[in-house]
């Protein structure tokens, strides 16, 4: 797609995360520019960077960067872009979280979680997110994930803009990644749990069906991608004991090699999350043809109904049941994906987002 004709528009993205940061506002952030300008080349887009601008950062031909010497992102947002979209006359600002102010405000919200389940989040961690409704009532219009997370958005932010879902999708660095094993692994049966490590991901549901499953063994280890964040209790004397005999195995961080070579060789992903925004990783599981287990919430039946296999959160012998099942079960050799996980692939990517966002802003 080659956008609505020849005449471009002038576009102003907040770029806090452009050249580090977290996935959930790096990633994002980069998937969703590059996706602009294949699909709306004609566009003039500017990006607002965290800092002064200079050639040692990873910059794109043919976008123009500005640089902010506000340090904190909430106020780079409402403050500097949209100064800058002022500056430019540029058709719209498009910032994530945090609004900025004027008619031109158009704002990518990830999720308002902590409004609607605090004891998910550390204090530090509340306070700073504190801001996001507060910016959204001087702001314009939202987008974000999914139709599950705009209602939530709509009802703890009444005063603010529209909300429109727009959807997400898979990481196109990792899906073209070249497959490395990750040091860590060596079996060659596996099942697969990623994430951040906190309460709300729900992992201690995961952790002990595998704990309690005779299945799951140091030849057939369920493996844990990830790091600490946020909110998240001890690991239990049944899960101490797995891991100390490498039933479970935690590896932290992996590249996007690595990862991709879990999600095309794991027997299944469990992602049991208690709530999310849109929940990423099934979606990546899935364009590597991995089977998928979640959490029985709306925005994975919204999202994920016909891809995947819905277990109770908080179900631990459903799950250790089903463990056994995968763990018995070889893993499919064929590339080819399911038609429904196809058009699943078509509904959820960055190219279709970014057409969403910008038929509601022209």
């Known amino acids: 797609m080659s956008g609505d004709g020849p005449v471009g528009k002038r576009f102003v993205f907040d770029g806090y995360w452009w050249v580090a940061g977290p996935p959930s506002g790096h990633n ?16 003039d887009i500017h990006i607002v960077l965290k800092g002064r601008v200079h050639h040692s950062l990873d910059l794109l031909r043919g976008v123009t960067y500005h640089g902010s010497l506000i340090p904190i992102h909430p106020w780079t947002a409402f403050v500097t872009t949209s100064l800058y979209a002022r500056r430019i ?27 609607s389940n605090p004891e998910y989040f550390t204090f530090k961690e509340r306070m700073y997110l504190a801001l996001i409704p507060v910016f959204l009532r001087f702001g314009g219009p939202i987008f974000t994930t999914s139709i599950s997370e705009s209602r939530r958005i709509a009802k703890f932010n009444p005063k ?7 959807g997400l999708g898979a990481s196109s660095k990792l899906i073209s990644a070249v497959p490395a094993r990750p040091a860590g692994i060596t079996a060659s049966r596996f099942l697969l749990s990623v994430g951040r490590l906190n309460d709300r991901k729900n992992l201690a549901t995961t952790l002990e069906a595998a704990a309690q499953s005779r299945s799951v063994t140091a030849r057939q280890p369920l493996i844990v991608v990830g790091e600490p ?19 479970i195995i935690f590896l932290g961080f992996l590249s996007d090699e690595e990862l991709s070579w879990c999600y095309a060789n794991a027997n299944a992903l469990y992602f049991l999350s208690l ?17 998928v287990v979640v959490s029985d919430i709306p925005v994975f039946r919204e999202v994920y109904t016909g891809c995947v296999r819905f277990i109770a959160a908080n179900d631990v012998d459903a799950v250790q049941e089903h463990m056994s099942v995968m763990l018995q ?34």
């Open 28 to 43: 994002v952030l980069r998937e969703m520019v590059l996706a602009w300008k294949r699909n709306f080349p004609q566009d």
């Open 89 to 115: 006359d540029a058709d719209a600002a498009v910032t994530q979280n945090f609004a900025s102010v004027g008619r031109r405000s158009h704002t990518f919200v990830h999720d308002v979680l902590f409004q």
């Open 160 to 166: 603010a803009g529209p909300v429109t879902a727009v």
């Open 275 to 291: 709530d999310e925004g849109f929940g990423l990783p099934p979606l990546e599981a899935l364009s590597f043809n991995c089977p």
């Open 329 to 362: 079960s070889p893993r499919s050799s064929s590339s080819n994906l399911d038609p429904a996980i196809s058009d699943l692939m078509k509904r959820y990517s960055w190219d279709r987002m970014v057409q969403n966002m910008r038929e509601r802003m022209i």
């Open 229 to 247: 964040d946020g909110v998240h209790g001890p690991l239990t004397e049944s899960v101490r004991a797995s891991v100390n005999r490498r039933e």
